[in-house]
């Protein structure tokens, strides 16, 4: 069982939509960091956050630890957006990782 | 610091020959963590060094890998008589060290191992 569940496994938007990706966890966490993994492998931090809200240009990323889930949200969609999103939890300087989330931005 | 580094890129060998995997992280990053990830999961821990102290590995991980960081500098993750189910991508992350858990981890471009 993995401490750290994502939904939708798989998105497909049309450009210019508003999207939502979740995380829920199961477990006491230090933190949450939102991954972003382009074809090829390479991933990109986005934020760590371990309350409230963070906004960084078209990204905003909430968490509520009580409820033990965060979300990822992606305004004006854009195709470079398409990624896998990975959700990562902090547990005593252990990250333990969700699954991933595949986004596919159609044009 | 064009940050974190990892060679070889690719690596093909085949089942039964060793291996071995070199990660160097940001400079003024202490901790240090490998990861394997294999075809869509996410990153799954392997171990985690504090300079050149391992501090956490895997119950997971067989004794057929061993990592080091001998001057808490660059680490070396080697595995022993490879076999195909170790085929997957390695990846390498730092973190600073300056106690906070806001400091989000930093990852190198992996090493993807092909066990034939």
């Known amino acids: 069982k993995n401490e750290v569940e994502q939904s939708p496994q798989n998105l497909t938007a049309q450009e210019g939509e508003f999207i939502t990706i979740n995380c829920s966890y199961s477990?006491?966490?230090?933190?949450l960091h939102w991954l972003q993994q382009h074809p090829g492998g390479g991933i990109v931090s986005l934020f760590m956050?371990?309350?409230g809200k963070k906004k960084h240009g078209r990204l905003i990323a909430t968490i509520n630890i009580q409820e033990k889930h965060s979300s990822l949200h992606i305004t004006a969609s854009h195709p470079r957006d398409s990624a896998v999103y990975i959700c990562?939890?902090?547990?005593?300087?252990?990250?333990?990782f969700g699954t991933g989330t595949s986004l596919t931005v159609i044009p | 610091d064009t940050g974190v580094s990892q060679d070889p890129r690719h690596k093909i060998t085949k089942r039964g020959q060793n291996v071995t995997f070199r990660c160097d992280p940001i400079?003024?990053?202490?901790?240090l963590y490998w990861y394997r990830q294999t075809l869509g999961q996410g990153p799954e821990f392997l171990t985690y060094?504090?300079?050149?102290?391992?501090?956490?590995k895997s119950r997971l991980l067989s004794d057929r890998f061993s990592a080091e960081r001998p001057k808490g500098s660059f680490s070396t993750l080697e595995i022993q008589r490879t076999e195909q189910g170790d085929s997957a991508m390695y990846l390498c992350?730092?973190?600073?060290?300056?106690?906070?858990?806001?400091?989000?981890?930093?990852f190198g471009p992996g090493t993807r191992l092909t066990v034939l």
């Open positions: 477990v006491g966490i230090s933190a």
């Open positions: 956050l371990s309350s």
């Open positions: 060094f504090q300079n050149e102290a391992q501090l956490e």
């Open positions: 992350a730092s973190r600073p060290a300056d106690g906070s858990s806001y400091n989000e981890q930093f």
């Open positions: 990562a939890v902090l547990v005593s300087n252990q990250f333990y």
């Open positions: 400079s003024e990053h202490n901790r």
